[in-house]
């Protein structure tokens, strides 16, 4: 993939720069949006209504200069009970990334959630990330859970290893220890573990890894999805099995810095009892 991405990005930032487009594009990848959603659940705990969760999807950090102040701005003004981090935190697929942490920390500065920040690995991600995105507080769940308790009632959250490309995600092992009847938000990043998600009694699902396309067509919406799941997974909230998922648009950009009819979103959901 590695390979097919030089040849690719080249090529494409030619027929873009000469269609005159290719700085529109620049433009539009460092204009984030808010995106508020609103999630009902009948087996939602009563104390767990109005639970507020930032999604952070894709940010690709270090692959456009000026994105990280400008989304530390957006957000700042943003709380939430918890803010999830789906994957994706460097551009390249390979080798060093020493502007991506000092950009994460510039974002990391302006989240006010109660609970923290929870994070899983995307496919752009080598393990030996993790440990470093902890320095700066978040907390990695790789193949693991962790509980959120209120008011005698739990919400857990569960996060498995990418399961796009490196295929160590191991969601029966992120669900030992957690009981079968409480509420279960899944972190991966790709919505391809949807059918896997939906037997294990998953209520909802947050993902990435599609950008919604990122370059979107008038009429025709996105051409590529890069995932191995039907297209009504790739994009927004969607429903399997009795289970909800939300597909983010991500922040960031992947192959080149641009977007066309597509802008970087800010996930915020609100989980809300039927």
Request: charged content about 20%.
């Amino acid at each position: 993939r590695v390979m097919r991405e030089r040849i690719a990005r080249p090529i494409l930032r030619g027929i873009l720069k000469t269609a005159g487009i290719y700085s529109r594009g620049i433009r539009n990848a460092l204009q984030p949006v808010v995106r508020n959603i609103r999630l009902e659940f009948e087996n939602l705990p009563a104390s767990f209504d109005g639970f507020r969760i930032l999604q952070l999807a894709d940010l690709h950090i270090d692959g456009m200069d000026g994105l990280a102040e400008i989304m530390a701005d957006r957000i700042a003004g943003l709380h939430a009970d918890v803010c999830v981090m789906t994957g994706d935190y460097r551009f390249e697929l390979v080798g060093p990334c020493p502007e991506v942490y000092p950009r994460m920390r510039t974002i990391l500065s302006s989240v006010h959630a109660d609970h923290g920040v929870v994070a899983v690995m995307g496919n752009h991600d080598e393990s030996d990330m993790a440990g470093e995105i902890e320095k700066l507080g978040v907390r990695m769940l790789i193949n693991e859970a962790i509980e959120i308790s209120r008011a005698g009632t739990s919400l857990w959250v569960v996060g498995v290893d990418d399961p796009h490309c490196y295929g160590f995600d191991d969601l029966d092992g992120a669900l030992e220890g957690v009981p079968d009847n409480e509420f279960k938000v899944l972190l991966a990043h790709s919505p391809e573990i949807y059918e896997e998600a939906a037997a294990a009694g998953i209520q909802l699902c947050l993902c990435g890894h599609i950008h919604a396309g990122q370059i979107r067509m008038p009429w025709i919406g996105s051409i590529l999805s890069n995932a191995d799941c039907p297209k009504i997974y790739t994009e927004g909230v969607w429903q399997h099995a009795g289970m909800t998922g939300y597909t983010c648009a991500g922040v960031g950009c992947s192959l080149l810095p641009v977007r066309y009819n597509c802008p970087p979103e800010i996930a915020m959901i609100e989980l809300v009892g039927k």
